[in-house]
């Protein structure tokens, strides 16, 4: 079974600041993991992804993530916030090797609100 | 960049009547689509896997009667909410596996339902 937990169900950050939103994970083999952003009443966008290869991934608007398997984090991390970054943030994760299954396991989510 | 699409964006409907769902992946195919629902300040919950061409697989708890999928073609899948209720009241959020470019899903704008 896989699963992801974000500690964290709310960050409030500094606009100019750096902000860390945390997350965790579990899968029985090698983990794809994901960070999607929602906002207000959408659906969830893609932001970045670790599937394999270095373990600093960069992805949009200016969000990047760090895999850190020994302590099987994927924390989402970006140098300067702004407040337009305010929303909610999932991670999530599927383990590579659930075959046919394909299905991402999120996490509970976290809202960022950084303060003006 | 993936665009998957959902229509209608929002519905309210009166206790007793059915709903359909629309998720459309426009620039590429989709052999696999999910179905989610999202209640307020809440994570995603899996409602169902569909795939093309064949019957869907439902998460546990979830009646498969009373919200019908078909995934007729590789880039339609539909979810049809039979016979609402207030309880049915929710956000429902589809999104598409796309194989090329690294197993991502790709997530539509969501569809806000609202049974009275």
């Known amino acids: 079974a896989q699963s992801v937990a974000q500690p964290e169900d709310q960050v409030n950050v500094a606009e100019g600041n750096p902000l860390t939103v945390k997350c965790t994970y579990s899968?029985?083999?090698?983990?794809?993991l994901f960070w999607y952003v929602q906002y207000p009443n959408r659906g969830l966008q893609f932001l970045l992804k670790?599937?394999?290869?270095?373990?600093l991934v960069k992805g949009s608007y200016g969000f990047e993530a760090e895999f850190n398997k020994s302590q099987t984090s994927f924390h989402l991390k970006k140098p300067s916030a702004l407040v337009s970054d305010s929303a909610l943030y999932f991670c999530?994760?599927?383990?590579?090797?659930?075959?046919?299954?394909?299905?991402?396991?999120f996490g509970s989510g976290t809202q960022l609100t950084v303060l003006p | 960049g993936a665009v998957v699409s959902q229509h209608p964006s929002w519905v309210i409907c009166k206790s007793g009547t059915s709903v359909k769902i629309e998720c459309r992946s426009l620039?590429?195919?989709?052999?696999?689509m999910f179905w989610y629902r999202q209640f307020p300040k809440q994570s995603l919950m899996l409602m169902a896997t569909?795939?093309?061409?064949?019957?869907?697989?439902?998460e546990q708890g979830v009646e498969k009667d009373k919200f019908l999928i078909n995934h007729a073609s590789l880039t339609l899948s539909t979810l049809t909410v039979t016979s609402a209720h207030p309880e049915d009241s929710s956000f429902y959020i589809c999104?598409?596996?796309?194989?090329?470019?690294?197993?991502?899903?790709?997530f539509g704008p969501g569809t806000r339902l609202l049974v009275l």
């Open positions: 899968v029985s083999g090698n983990p794809y």
């Open positions: 999104s598409a596996f796309r194989l090329a470019g690294a197993q991502t899903q790709y």
């Open positions: 999530a994760v599927r383990d590579f090797n659930s075959g046919s299954a394909r299905q991402l396991t």
């Open positions: 569909s795939n093309e061409g064949s019957k869907a697989t439902y």
């Open positions: 620039d590429f195919q989709a052999t696999t």
């Open positions: 670790y599937i394999t290869g270095d373990n």
